[in-house]
DNA sequence: GCAACCGCTGGAAGCGTTTCCGACTACGCA
DNA sequence: TGCGTAGTCGGAAACGCTTCCAGCGGTTGC
């Protein structure tokens, strides 16, 4: 910055005003500064700056999964806006529970950034706090959090429009495959989309017998385990619900592998709407998974200015119907 | 710091060589040191530490189509390996030709970064220089990239692999569809994939003609589009060979949509073993992706370390057989 | 027995900014 | 004409750490 200043003829004081944008500079002193800086092409050490008692321009995004198309889009879509915000974005995975409380852990006594956007993923009580006292920002997005910021969909809307779906088609019968985190054994995953089922049910007064819902960890090969014990019982359902669409395109290999038409023989119905979804012809309830990175980085943004923010927000599901449902054969 | 240097009764000199592990510190002095930092629950400030340092501890991965499998899978791998270095990652998502001229052009990563890896594509000559300005290591991954450290793949063996596979099963007429990317326009990707192809049909002695190629910007759709101009042939081919998975299943729901079988009147197979390649039981050679991010990872590892590192690495690939392939009918 | 040496430690000079505080200029007003 | 004031600008002190260099006592080599 020395150079830039001696080239603007000014005291490197006036130069970090200048190029830190501080009132209190005259209009052609800013100019020559910018000048200089733009011909040494100089760019400012975020060390220093933040040391001297700047912020830091840095943003960590806390994401379980990364390689899962949601967790990735939910990235794409907060990244871009950090970015034209002027933000760098750390990325920190954390894939297990030991990554978690790592992170949880150090990060926010590095002192490395001014917020944490958590993404997909529940934030405990005590992590929160933690991340609070040392000042820093939370966001959270695509995963419902309470007390504080978040973005996500309405589970159990969600899940209420996959099943109702199936019950308006006709079906008495249905199934239920439920993932679960196996990176976070016991915990409550998605419970809005079981929930939903049961009161779908409930509400048309049909049976629920235990027997027709399965509960797997996430993913495609187990969502196919899981149709195949489905077809195993005595009297299989007429259509399943999947609380993915991952998993729901497993099931369907399996029904394909079972020499099973879909949807003649069987109805199946996902959650997510992810590309494959629409390649494999498969009915599922899209959520708008962009936008919700995009808002969540929109809400940081605000945060980060000084605005109060909103507590949060929910976007709309809709139902997708596609070639994977129809009304049962009998 | 001056607080624990004073609670252990030493110098800040010697409470900064006991806390980073310097040698020539006694063990006691460096024991007491280390408890005085746990009572007082000290964290180093890391802008002073890299200010005073000299490095930042941190690496810019520049990456395309984040939400895409392939390029989510990459950054996991080289995350993983990143973090356990003890290095932040900075990401930076170059989604299309704007960002990525904007990225080069700029260098947002300048001065912020001891080293920058680029995962999935190819730089240009042009690029290059511009890299070079930040004078930190370069290294690539899953993209062929000259003059740099890099791993990736052989393309024209991988291709070579399937289409070998699709002849050796009897196919006499074989399409490709190529894929290429939207956001670089013009831009040769994959030309060894294509290669391949040529290569192959050649060796066999087997005809080529122009109708047989069919050339669409990535994805599953397109792939779909594809697969039915092939099939709008006068005389279609009875395998496709096809540059990535993703645009397999394309052109998969394609054929299911003609109500064709697939392999009896139609084999397919892609490249990368995409997780849902097993969930369609598409034919595909598969590449370690996460690997290829390791890999790049250790690779800077050791260049960081001082090291001289490989030029570069290239990792297997193999034949994954489905149930999209079979011998043609006739 | 003396010098060279070695392992350990402390003093202090940076590292590149921001910002407080004081100074200087040019003006408006009495 | 003299003085207060607003608008700018420069000097210099932090910010919290690393590391060079020198000093210290004690050991080794000849």
Redesign the interface.
């Known amino acids: 910055m020395a150079d830039v200043a001696r080239r603007a003829g000014v005291s490197m004081a006036t130069a970090s005003r200048a190029l830190s944008d501080h009132p209190h500079v005259a209009a052609g002193t800013r100019a020559r500064v910018l000048a200089a800086a733009e011909q040494l092409s100089y760019?400012?050490?975020?060390?220093?700056s933040?040391?001297a008692g700047g912020v830091?321009g840095?943003v960590a995004?806390v994401v379980p999964h990364?390689?899962?198309?949601f967790?990735?889009?939910l990235?794409?879509g907060l990244?871009?806006v950090l970015?034209e915000g002027g933000l760098?974005?750390?990325?920190?995975?954390v894939?297990d529970a030991a990554d978690r409380r790592d992170f949880f852990q150090?990060l926010p006594?590095?002192?490395?950034v001014d917020a944490v956007v958590v993404l997909g993923m529940p934030v405990h009580d005590a992590e929160r706090d933690r991340l609070e006292l040392m000042g820093v920002h939370i966001v959270a997005a695509g995963g419902q959090v309470e007390n504080y910021p978040y973005v996500s969909i309405d589970d159990a809307a969600a899940g209420r429009q996959a099943v109702d779906h199936l019950i308006f088609l006709g079906h008495r019968r249905i199934g239920m495959i439920a993932a679960i985190d196996p990176a976070e054994p016991g915990w409550p995953v998605l419970p809005g989309r079981t929930l939903a089922y049961r009161a779908a049910l409930a509400d048309a007064g049909l049976p629920a017998g235990p027997e027709l819902v399965v509960t797997v960890p996430w993913g495609?090969?187990s969502g196919?385990d899981a149709m195949a014990r489905l077809l195993s019982l005595r009297e299989p359902p007429t259509a399943v619900y999947a609380h993915s669409d991952?998993v729901a395109?497993?099931a369907?290999?399996t029904l394909?592998r079972a020499g099973l038409r879909i949807p003649e023989d069987m109805s199946v119905v996902g959650i997510d709407d992810h590309?494959?979804a629409?390649?494999?012809?498969l009915t599922t309830v899209a959520q708008p998974v962009?936008e919700q990175g995009v808002l969540a980085g929109r809400m940081l943004l605000e945060l980060l200015a000084g605005g109060s923010g909103t507590d949060g927000a929910t976007v709309p599901t809709r139902l997708v119907v596609r070639g994977s449902t129809a009304p049962p054969r009998r």
Chains 1, 2 share one sequence.
């Open positions: 760019v400012i050490s975020p060390e220093a933040r040391l830091t840095r995004v990364i390689s899962r198309w967790f990735a889009t990235l794409d990244e871009q970015r760098d974005v750390l990325l920190y995975h894939g150090r006594a590095r002192r490395k495609g090969l196919a991952e395109l497993g369907m290999r394909r590309p494959m629409e390649l494999a012809d962009l």
